[in-house]
């Protein structure tokens, strides 16, 4: 059947493999991931994976039927207003009609696509639309398909994820270097350089600013971003972190590293950070012995400091008084701490510390789980703010650990929370939600790097 094109088509055209408009009659595969219904009508979504592009179908209606496509490049949250692409209606003489096919992805301008099919009855205002979903590029396993619905969040304007999200989108970009080093996906490498590129000069410059962990964060972005691609500029960024970090140690409570410039906590995230940092210069720099004596110093300080309490669970932080605080176990604070030791084994051989790691995770591996899946404590419906990037850092850490040690005794542990994960917390689009073992709640780039992390760890 012929297809009618979409007045929008001319104005807005993206050519991949093929351009769009390309008549369905002529695609080589055809998979249905998404329909709906209203009025008796069925709306159905359809996908060439070979083609790269996909087209809309409306049945069981009357002449007049209108049916459509949605695009979007950021995961299904906005799309072209008024785009309706490949807009058409049903002839007479049918039932159903079906629009041209469209590109699901504008690779030229790096855009991660996903789209829906959109229709409506003639004779009625209301319009019902499929879930959005994407073809299998990029996505030949669950961590590279988890991978891509991420870089939809990756903004090309800010070289952020989110737009403007900041220590977040440094744990996002470690989650897409981390799977792209062990998938071998080299799809999405163009996001360290523009990152790099448009931040390099942006608060305190170097990916500093006046929150030491948020430098911290980005310091080990920077590691993961030379270890991928053996650019010595990542490497000289994270030595610049690591050194302004180290401009506040301070005597304060026996030493450590000062949660922010203008404040006197001192807390558990910002040491264990630099603690991994640190470490891992030393182990990356040639006849390093300065990072390497930082690590050994944070990491005395920090075992005696009492924020590790006698649970074998990390507290937030340290009272005025020098005291464990008492507050929140986060997940990430018993997590990096993980990668830190790690990273200090590597570089000292001191087989106490994976001792020592393997207590802390024993521990929190038993009590930061529910129904067998780690949830983080008050963990909400939401997946916006600092509080979903936790997760992913503590399984990032417990997954470097667990390739570290004999035996591999956290694997099955992994296995089973990605398993829950993907079988009860996962759209069409292969986005996550707050909780691995599924319910109510909303996708975001917090979530979706927690659970690329998590696939990463697992090896999935």
């Known amino acids: 059947m012929a297809v009618e094109a979409g007045g929008d088509f001319a104005a807005a055209a993206i050519c991949d493999t093929y351009c769009d408009g390309r008549d369905p009659a002529a695609a080589t595969s055809d998979r249905v991931p998404a329909g709906s219904s209203l009025f008796g009508r069925t709306v159905r979504l359809h996908l060439s994976d070979n083609d790269v592009m996909g087209w809309a179908t409306i049945d069981n209606g009357n002449p007049g039927d209108e049916v459509w496509l949605d695009r979007s490049f950021d995961g299904g949250r906005t799309w072209s207003s008024g785009s309706k692409l490949g807009d058409t209606k049903t002839p007479e003489g049918a039932r159903g009609w079906r629009t041209g096919m469209y590109n699901v992805d504008d690779w030229n301008t790096a855009g991660v696509g996903a789209l829906r099919a959109c229709g409506k009855a003639g004779d009625r205002p209301e319009i019902t639309c499929t879930a959005w979903a994407r073809v299998d590029r990029n996505a030949w396993s669950r961590g590279t398909a988890a991978a891509t619905a991420l870089m939809m969040s990756y903004d090309r304007g800010t070289g952020l994820f989110g737009g403007d999200g900041w220590w977040t989108a440094a744990n996002a970009l470690t989650a897409v270097i981390d799977n792209a080093r062990a998938s071998g996906m080299p799809s999405y490498q163009y996001a360290i350089a523009a990152t790099y590129d448009k931040n390099l000069g942006a608060q305190g410059g170097d990916f500093t600013n006046d929150y030491l962990d948020d430098t911290g964060w980005w310091g080990l972005a920077w590691v993961a971003a030379y270890d991928a691609t053996g650019d010595r500029r990542y490497l000289d960024t994270a030595r610049a972190d690591a050194d302004h970090m180290n401009a506040y140690w301070t005597s304060a409570c026996g030493g450590g590293v000062l949660w922010n410039q203008t404040k006197t906590y001192k807390n558990a995230i910002t040491n264990e950070l630099f603690l991994q940092l640190n470490a891992a210069l030393h182990n990356r720099i040639q ?65 106490g ?49 667990d390739a570290q040690l004999a035996g591999h005794p956290y694997a099955s542990t992994l296995d089973r929370w990605a398993d829950t994960a993907y079988a009860k917390d996962r759209d069409t689009l292969d986005q996550y939600g707050p909780h691995w073992s599924g319910g109510a709640g909303t996708t975001d780039y917090g979530c979706q790097q927690s659970a690329l992390d998590l696939l990463n760890a697992a090896g999935q």
Not at 311 to 316: F, K, L, S, T
Not at 340 to 348: M, P
Not at 368 to 386: A, F, H, I, M
């Open 287 to 351: 006849g390093d012995t300065g990072y390497l004596d930082r690590a050994r110093r944070e990491w005395s300080w920090f075992r005696q400091s009492g924020m590790v309490n006698v649970d074998h669970m990390i507290n937030d932080g340290l009272t005025d008084g020098c005291a464990n605080n008492g507050r929140t176990t986060w997940t990430y604070n018993q997590g990096v701490v993980l990668g830190g030791l790690t990273e200090l084994y590597r570089a000292t051989g001191d087989s």
């Open 353 to 401: 510390l994976l001792s020592t790691a393997r207590e802390l995770a024993d521990a929190s591996t038993a009590r930061l789980q529910t129904d067998g899946v780690l949830r983080e404590p008050g963990e909400s419906d939401g997946c916006t703010g600092d509080g979903p990037s936790f997760k992913g850092a503590y399984v990032r850490g417990l997954g470097r650990l």
